[in-house]
């Protein structure tokens, strides 16, 4: 029984929130509306790929040793001049970025960092469910903290830190939020940052959506009002240039960066070279705004086309309606279980997929809304889809169960 040797952090007894989490289906005429994929049609191929070669012919052999931790010069800059012109951190410096696998290596290393078995923190709810899937492995005490339309409910979280002081760490999608699409409002992401220096925690600002914003006008990101280096910012390349690279950054105190990079330093070493050095080359070349220019045009018009499609065909829902981001979030009637709806009716019969709620919720207590996302399917499949969505929930039902629209 080698299992008895295993640390009590690998759960055998309870899967990671993210296996299993999207259905493996083999229809011909399957839908998906699970995963955050972006549209691959614009994948910058040709440019990537002209990028890459040009890294491996600057560096010849070299290009595939060991490189630094820190990763390429340019590509610092170039991020640090975008954390000051584009998110609003002021007197940001080299010694304040830093590099990761992705962002979900950033989130990885802070909870590493911060969490010990039992530590007290506070999410969303919903929140991130690949989060979740990380903070799970130092089993903290989770505090949740409901969702507004203008972001999280900081009255009931400064209730929660008056009760629990012992709080150290707060994780926050402010942005087209994941699951929900909410952005957090400019009073509350300045009132997060007074309480995090009131109450001694330490805020993770997870942004990965923030540079697709469809209506309305960028907000300043919640680092930007940080006064005592308790905010640490991260985003990432993967939904806005490619996922394959795994390339993510983060923008922290020096003396947050410092630790993180030493836990880093234990996991991988380095910043791979070939997949920094091209995203290096391909900013050196490209202008990385005028894609995500490309990418808004492209997914403002799907966004349209699902809002469209669940007002036609699933009238009086309750259905979040973002200014970006990825996703929309439909909530039911508290007695319809999606999960057993997905794999009982959804997949086997309609071919649909999407993400039921209770995988964004830390202790798993909703099962009665659902995740959408409308980046990776086509027009044809996003109309089709909400059809097929509609038929279910009414076919399934046998009462009126849809609440109030918002």
Same mark, same amino acid.
């Given at each position: 029984?080698?299992?008895? !040797?295993?640390?009590?952090?690998?759960? !055998?007894?309870?899967?990671?929130?993210? %296996?299993?989490?999207?259905?493996?289906?083999?229809?011909?005429?399957?839908?998906?509306?699970?995963?955050?994929?972006?549209?691959?049609? /614009?994948?910058?191929?040709?440019?990537?790929?002209?990028?890459? =070669?040009?890294?491996?012919?600057?560096?010849?052999?070299?290009?595939?040793?060991?490189?630094?931790?820190?990763?390429?010069?340019?590509?610092?800059?170039?991020? /640090?001049?975008?954390?000051?012109?584009?998110?609003?951190?002021?007197?940001?410096?080299?010694?304040?970025?830093?590099?990761?696998?992705?962002?979900?290596?950033?989130?990885?290393? #802070?909870?590493?960092? &911060?969490?010990?078995?039992?530590?007290?923190?506070?999410?969303?709810?919903?929140?991130?469910?690949?989060?979740?899937?990380?903070?799970?492995?130092?089993?903290?005490?989770?505090?949740? %903290?409901?969702?507004?339309?203008?972001?999280?409910?900081?009255?009931?979280?400064?209730? &929660?830190?008056?009760?629990?002081?012992?709080?150290?760490?707060?994780?926050? %999608?402010?942005?087209?939020?994941?699951?929900?699409?909410?952005?957090?409002?400019?009073?509350?992401?300045?009132? *997060?940052?007074? /309480?995090?220096?009131?109450?001694?925690?330490?805020?993770?600002?997870?942004?990965?959506?923030?540079?697709?914003?469809?209506?309305?006008?960028?907000?300043?990101? #919640?680092?930007?009002?940080?006064?005592?280096?308790?905010?640490?910012? *991260?985003?990432?390349?993967?939904?806005?240039?490619?996922?394959?690279?795994?390339?993510?950054? +983060?923008?922290?105190?020096?003396?947050? #960066?410092?630790?993180?990079?030493?836990?880093?330093?234990?996991?991988? !070493?380095?910043?791979?070279?070939?997949?920094?050095?091209?995203?290096?080359?391909?900013?050196?070349?490209?202008?990385?705004?005028?894609?995500?220019?490309? !990418?808004?045009?492209?997914?403002?018009?799907?966004?349209?086309?699902?809002?469209?499609?669940?007002?036609?065909?699933?009238?009086?829902?309750?259905?979040?309606?973002?200014?970006?981001?990825?996703?929309?979030?439909?909530? +039911?009637?508290?007695?319809?279980?999606?999960?057993?709806?997905?794999?009982?009716?959804?997949?086997?019969?309609?071919?649909?997929?999407?993400?039921?709620?209770?995988?964004?919720?830390?202790?798993?207590?909703?099962?009665?809304?659902?995740?959408?996302?409308?980046?990776?399917?086509?027009?044809? =499949?996003?109309?089709?889809?909400?059809?097929?969505?509609?038929?279910?929930?009414?076919?399934?039902?046998?009462?009126?169960?849809?609440?109030?629209?918002?």
């Amino acid at each position: 029984m080698l299992e008895n !040797l295993f640390s009590s952090r690998v759960k !055998l007894d309870g899967k990671s929130r993210l %296996v299993g989490l999207f259905p493996e289906t083999h229809y011909i005429d399957n839908i998906s509306f699970g995963g955050g994929a972006p549209e691959e049609r /614009l994948f910058p191929v040709a440019e990537l790929k002209e990028a890459y =070669q040009a890294a491996v012919q600057k560096e010849g052999a070299h290009a595939f040793q060991y490189h630094d931790i820190r990763g390429p010069e340019y590509l610092r800059q170039f991020l /640090l001049k975008r954390a000051k012109d584009l998110v609003g951190i002021k007197n940001v410096d080299d010694s304040q970025l830093m590099l990761t696998a992705g962002g979900q290596q950033g989130i990885e290393l #802070v909870a590493k960092m &911060l969490l010990n078995k039992g530590d007290a923190m506070a999410v969303e709810a919903p929140t991130y469910v690949g989060a979740l899937a990380a903070f799970d492995n130092y089993e903290p005490t989770y505090y949740n %903290v409901s969702m507004q339309d203008d972001g999280a409910d900081l009255e009931q979280f400064e209730q &929660l830190l008056q009760v629990h002081p012992e709080i150290k760490l707060f994780y926050t %999608v402010p942005d087209f939020h994941n699951p929900t699409g909410i952005t957090m409002s400019i009073a509350k992401r300045k009132h *997060l940052v007074e /309480l995090a220096n009131k109450y001694d925690f330490i805020i993770l600002e997870d942004t990965p959506y923030r540079d697709l914003r469809y209506l309305g006008q960028s907000l300043p990101s #919640v680092k930007s009002f940080d006064t005592e280096g308790r905010v640490i910012f *991260l985003s990432s390349f993967s939904k806005i240039l490619t996922p394959a690279f795994r390339i993510g950054w +983060l923008v922290a105190s020096p003396v947050v #960066v410092q630790a993180l990079t030493k836990l880093k330093l234990a996991e991988d !070493l380095e910043v791979p070279y070939l997949p920094s050095a091209t995203i290096e080359y391909y900013l050196k070349n490209n202008d990385l705004d005028e894609h995500i220019q490309s !990418l808004r045009d492209l997914y403002q018009g799907k966004m349209e086309e699902m809002t469209t499609a669940l007002n036609r065909y699933l009238p009086g829902v309750k259905v979040s309606y973002p200014e970006g981001g990825f996703f929309l979030w439909l909530e +039911l009637d508290e007695g319809i279980d999606t999960t057993k709806l997905l794999w009982e009716n959804s997949v086997p019969k309609e071919h649909l997929v999407y993400v039921p709620s209770e995988n964004f919720y830390a202790n798993r207590d909703c099962k009665n809304g659902m995740r959408i996302n409308f980046t990776g399917p086509s027009y044809q =499949q996003i109309d089709d889809g909400v059809k097929r969505l509609s038929r279910m929930l009414l076919e399934t039902s046998k009462k009126e169960f849809f609440v109030k629209a918002v």
